[in-house]
């Protein structure tokens, strides 16, 4: 591995200096390395982070993709790390045209990592310097503690997909000035709806009242307001003043509330392993938005690289080169998806909706097909948009909001099936819908989403660590549970129960009541699992 050299490294001045006209942010500083293939597959289980810690998975990652290498050979480009500089490995045998395309495909990478608001926790992070004090820390305790090391590893890596990435993100964000006072938060917010539990028709007529105190006068508007409320209810005050001091406790995910509370790790001989399960978790939270941005980020990507390679006069003679290495990066598959491909022809229509004036609701109430296709205000705001959107989205909002009718209708996608052909004993895939809604659905199940586990204090006591999972409709992987159990039994130092919603029957004395329509749905029951000296037992409620 050793830095790009003087011609190449020119190039990539080049680059930056279109990317920017065209109005991509990033730093000034970037570094990029040559490395072959195979040091691309060395380095790919570590996340292209060479000083990040060793561990066995990783090794075993190492060996399966050289092993699938070694049949089918292939390129890999390139790959960006969102570092401070930003650091970029290249294949060592990429022609120079080819680096140009390259290098506004990385660019608008960094672009994205310097500008989404989703990393915005990672702007001012050291990841690599962190990276290798977390190795040595976890080398010097290897050489101490031997293997128990890479077993709390195990056990913290089993959970952190759990980790509080956006509790952690919003205590980055600097607190605007609110558009209303403290008072009128918690009358309406607390007193109105915890306190007084009113009804919505009276809640809705403070409202009423309270901007008619503002239009008769603006200035003491508030004031006016307030002086009834004090008169009908005498305690209001009293209960405001006495929230101003209460302090709100800071929500803690699960490797942070085991840390904090786990009388094992808290005593002299055991507080080793926090440090390693800090390292787990702070790594986790870094990569987080990596993982909600896939779509987006690949896409913006590709818009650029297609967008400013094209302009560029260094493109001449290798036209049908591009188009073949494009082609295969961007190509739309008929089964699967390619976050490459729906995320820059994603881009490519907001842009010219924006365009033409249609992220509008004057646009969104038409429904007649010809007004829809003749709808144009040429407001030439489509480049802005597109910046905003980058800005602000991850990949839920982004399909969420812009994956309609229009597009799938556009780019002929649809949902494939699956089913046996029973006479020729083989899977046949078929059109199983082609409605937006449908689509959707699919790339959003297709998403990070991990579970949501809570808590519960009160339902463990001083014997338990109770969690629950809020069931949203995808259960838990139930071959996991065990070991993932075991693991946080272990580093709790005591018995852990997991309330959970399984699929099965109901129980008899309502099977009694279902009809054959309801057979065919899934029935969901909550059952807690128990685990208690390494021995996992599961019941009921």
Not at 457 to 469: M, Q, V, W
Not at 488 to 499: F, R, S
Request: proline letters at 4%; charged letters at 30%; aromatic letters at 14%.
């Amino acid at each position: 591995m050793e830095l790009i050299d003087q011609h190449t490294k020119e190039i990539m001045e080049g680059c930056k200096e279109r990317a920017r006209d065209a109005g991509l942010r990033f730093s000034d500083e970037t570094l990029e390395y040559i490395v072959t293939n195979r040091d691309m597959l060395e380095l790919h289980p570590k996340v292209m982070i060479p000083t990040l810690y060793d561990y066995w998975v990783h090794d075993v990652e190492v060996l399966k993709e050289k092993g699938k290498y070694e049949l089918y050979p292939y390129n890999p480009y390139e790959t960006v790390i969102n570092t401070r500089p930003p650091i970029s490995f290249y294949n060592d045998n990429n022609p120079d045209w080819l680096n140009v395309m390259i290098f506004y495909h990385v660019l608008a990478h960094i672009d994205f990592f310097q500008n989404n608001l989703f990393f915005r926790h990672t702007w001012e992070y050291d990841l690599t310097g962190k990276a290798l004090a977390d190795k040595r820390l976890i080398a010097r305790l290897r050489s101490e503690y031997g293997r128990w090391v890479d077993y709390v590893i195990e056990f913290a890596r089993a959970i952190d997909n759990l980790v509080g990435y956006f509790d952690d993100l919003s205590g980055h964000f600097r607190e605007e000035r609110p558009r209303f006072s403290r008072r009128l938060d918690y009358y309406f917010d607390v007193f109105l709806q915890s306190v007084k539990g009113v009804k919505t028709a009276a809640y809705i007529k403070e409202i009423e009242r309270y901007n008619q105190c503002l239009r008769e006068n603006p200035g003491l508007g508030e004031e006016t307001f307030f002086a009834d409320v004090v008169v009908k209810h005498p305690e209001f005050e009293a209960m405001y003043l006495k929230s101003l001091t209460g302090k709100k406790a800071k929500r803690l995910d699960l490797l942070q509330f085991v840390m904090e509370h786990s009388s094992f790790l808290n005593r002299d001989e055991n507080r080793w392993m926090k440090g390693v399960l800090e390292v787990v978790r702070s790594t986790s939270v870094y990569f987080q938005p990596q993982i909600r941005t896939k779509i987006m980020n690949e896409g913006w990507a590709s818009y650029w690289h297609e967008t400013l390679f094209l302009t560029d006069e260094r493109i001449a003679g290798h036209e049908v080169d591009f188009a073949r290495v494009h082609s295969g990066v961007t190509s739309l598959p008929r089964v699967g998806l390619n976050p490459y491909a729906i995320g820059m022809r994603l881009f490519r229509q907001i842009e010219e909706m924006a365009d033409k004036g249609r992220i509008s609701l004057d646009f969104q109430r038409l429904a007649d097909i010809r007004s829809r296709e003749e709808f144009d205000r040429s407001t030439g705001k489509g480049r802005d948009f597109i910046f905003a959107v980058r800005e602000n989205l991850c990949d839920f909002t982004f399909l969420s909001s812009f994956v309609d009718q229009d597009f799938v209708d556009r780019h002929g996608l649809f949902v494939a099936g699956k089913r046996l052909d029973k006479e020729r004993m083989r899977w046949q895939y078929y059109v199983k819908s082609r409605k937006a809604e449908a689509y959707r659905e699919m790339l959003l199940d297709a998403l990070y989403h991990p579970p949501r586990i809570e808590i519960d204090a009160k339902k463990g006591g001083s014997e338990y660590l109770y969690l629950n999972h809020v069931f949203e409709g995808k259960p838990l992987v139930t071959d996991f549970i065990a070991n993932t159990l075991m693991g946080i039994e272990y580093l709790w130092g005591g018995p852990v129960k997991l309330e959970t919603s399984v699929a099965g029957l109901p129980p008899p004395e309502e099977a009694v009541k279902i009809t054959r329509e309801e057979e065919k749905k899934i029935h969901w029951r909550r059952f807690v699992y128990t685990m208690e000296n390494r021995t996992l037992s599961k019941t009921g409620l």
